[in-house]
Nanobody
Framework: QVQLVESGGDLVQPGGSLRLSCEVS????????VSWFRQAPGMEREFAAA????????HYGDSVKARFTVSRDSAGNTVYLQMNSLKPEDAAVYYC?????????????????WGRGTQVTVSS
């Protein structure tokens, strides 16, 4: 069983930056991928970024590549999503999710554990 709690969502201007946090608790975390998804109103939930807990390998969705960075606090149990050069189309509820598997997955139904989300609004 894994619990995830997101924080850090806010209103930010286009071109600005924001850092989201995901506090992760549970056992055997070394076997997990922790991913960030986002969902805008009326849209499907979209993969943004993922990090493998043990190796800290990272992967990104095409829409955020080169602007977002996912990382893990090695001393604790926090996963971060640093978001730079934000655009209005980045506005969404951002969710943290976890999956126990060697392989990366970018499809939401393959993730059994989810946080409740944090709202990011990008507007001038």
């Amino acid at each position: 069983q894994v619990q995830l709690v997101e924080s850090g969502g806010d209103l930010v201007q286009p071109g600005g930056s924001l850092r989201l946090s995901c506090e992760v608790s549970g056992s055997n975390l070394d076997k997990y991928w922790v991913s960030w998804f986002r969902q805008a109103p009326g849209m499907e939930r979209e993969f943004a970024a993922a990090i493998k807990w043990s190796s800290q390998d990272t992967h990104y969705g095409d829409s955020v590549k080169a602007r977002f960075t996912v990382s893990r606090d090695s001393a604790g149990n926090t996963v971060y999503l640093q978001m730079n050069s934000l655009k209005p189309e980045d506005a969404a509820v951002y969710y943290c999710a976890a999956r126990q598997d060697r392989r990366l997955a970018i499809t939401p139904p393959l993730y059994p554990y989810w946080g409740r989300g944090t709202q990011v609004t990008v507007s001038s």
